[in-house]
């Protein structure tokens, strides 16, 4: 792992060497750095899309104004800007800038960062920000061998991830940092990223004739779904296939935006988030019975490679939680949808999905079956010791007899409206409670 040098006299006091630092050609750029790393914001002032975080007033902005920066957890989906907050946030305060990769790092680099951190505070005053770069791949072992020396003041942790903290950080750690949540990059945002890249005469195209019109630019920002990396990439390779007109400019048209883009990418993780929270959108709508919403995030989940077994499974519940006996027919035909889905395999599954998801979206709804079992639930929890009543107890052997098993049963079928007329059902401490609640829609409003 490369070390971070030793301040001769007069050094300036914030240092930043992650990495090697590459040779630079004319511009400024380092020889081989793609546009978005060359184009990295270097200011608060200059960061986009995070306004919420970062913006003016904000309270990380004046933590970081005071050199008052605690350990921190970077939230949010890739190109959204964790690393760049990092390094801005470094490079505004009096203190060392150690960076590692949870991918490619293992305990040795994190203990070699921690004894240049406690060198650098024992015997230079000077205190160091540790930024671990995807924090969530490193184990529940390596996250705890962090906790002392957050604790004590060794280093300031900043770690980036992808992932919900809640679920990938260990508790002890997590409640020793500020957890700060960035959004994906609207994509306004991601135009002005791009229009400062075309602008930029040292570190972007300012110094070249790059003609790309307001159309295309926003073309590449719907394409880069909210990432800004890949927005900056797809530019980068959009111009770079342009070919040099008779002045030596470029003009990058949507053909060389589509042709560098290829398939947009969906920020879907089937185990992560976004296969969560998706799945909550998909079921909300068909829920609040809206159809285009419905279709919309099951044309997001399975364009995005998600399991479709995992959405009929979905459908199945909704059918009978959300649907129930407002529509009876709505479970078989979920089932039916499930063994559709099964048997077809994508992408063809994708036809059953839409039209049950239609189906199930316009059908009437009661949750009146599921809100009566959990009043059942919520009975049996209280009384779930109480014996069975004597009376409704097979008795298959003579002994049971003589003990009272079945003695007054009533056979539903000898009364009129095969209803006995006297008869319970329950441990008398949960007689009498109403769980089904009939609903006031489709067939139940009908009494069927």
């Known amino acids: 792992m490369p070390r971070t040098p030793r301040p001769g006299p007069g050094a300036a006091s914030n240092r930043t060497v992650p990495t090697l630092q590459p040779a ?10 793609p546009l978005a790393a060359r184009m990295r914001p270097r200011d608060l ?9 970062a913006g003016e007033g904000r309270p990380l902005r004046r933590m970081v104004e005071r050199d008052e920066v605690p350990s921190m957890i970077l939230w949010g989906p890739p190109g959204s800007g964790k690393t760049t907050l990092a390094s801005i946030v470094a490079s505004k305060t009096k203190r060392r800038f150690t960076q590692l990769s949870a991918v490619a790092s293992g305990v040795a680099d994190l203990r070699a960062a921690i004894a240049e951190a406690q060198q650098a505070r024992n015997f230079e005053g000077i205190a160091t920000i540790l930024f671990i770069d995807e924090i969530h791949r490193f184990n529940r072992a390596q996250q705890d061998a962090l906790l002392p020396y957050v604790e004590n003041g060794t280093v300031t942790l900043i770690g980036a991830t992808t992932e919900n903290p809640s679920f990938e950080i260990v508790a002890p750690l997590l409640s020793r940092a500020r957890v700060f949540k960035m959004e994906a990059l609207a994509p306004e945002h991601l135009e002005t990223i791009m229009r400062r890249a075309l602008a930029d005469p040292v570190r972007g195209y300012g110094g070249q004739t790059v003609r790309v019109d307001d159309d295309t630019l926003h073309s590449i920002a719907m394409l880069a779904g909210g990432d800004g990396r890949t927005a900056l990439n797809v530019l980068e390779l959009a111009v770079s296939l342009a070919e ?5 400019g470029r003009t990058v048209d949507a053909g060389l935006v589509e042709g560098a883009a290829q398939h947009p990418t969906l920020q ?15 079921i909300k709508s068909v829920r609040g019975s809206d159809v285009d919403a419905a279709l919309y995030w099951l044309a997001r989940m399975l364009e995005a490679g998600e399991d479709p077994l995992f959405v009929a499974r979905r459908m199945v519940i909704l059918a ?22 099964h048997f077809l395999g994508m992408p063809e599954a994708a036809l059953p999905m839409a039209e049950v998801t239609v189906y199930l979206a316009r059908a009437p709804k009661s949750n009146s079956a599921y809100a009566a079992y959990k009043r059942a639930v919520a009975d ?23 003990l009272g098993y079945g003695a007054g049963y009533q056979y539903a079928h000898d009364y009129e409206g095969h209803v006995p007329p006297a008869q319970t059902h329950r441990p008398d401490a949960a007689e009498g409670n109403i769980y089904y609640e009939p609903g006031t829609l489709g067939d139940e409003a009908r009494g069927h």
């Open 320 to 341: 009978a939680e959300d649907v129930g006996l407002a529509d009876p027919q709505a479970l078989p035909v979920a089932v039916a949808c499930q063994q559709a889905v």
């Open 268 to 282: 879907y993780d089937r185990a992560g988030d976004a296969h969560y929270d998706t799945i909550s959108a998909y």
């Open 380 to 402: 049996v929890t209280r009384t779930r010791n109480d014996a069975v009543p004597l009376h409704l107890r097979n008795a298959v052997t003579g002994l049971m007899r003589n």
């Open 24 to 33: 630079l050609f004319s511009g400024g750029r380092a020889a081989g750095e």
């Open 244 to 248: 040099p007109d008779a002045d030596g």
């Open 45 to 53: 002032g200059d960061f986009v899309g995070q306004e919420r975080v």
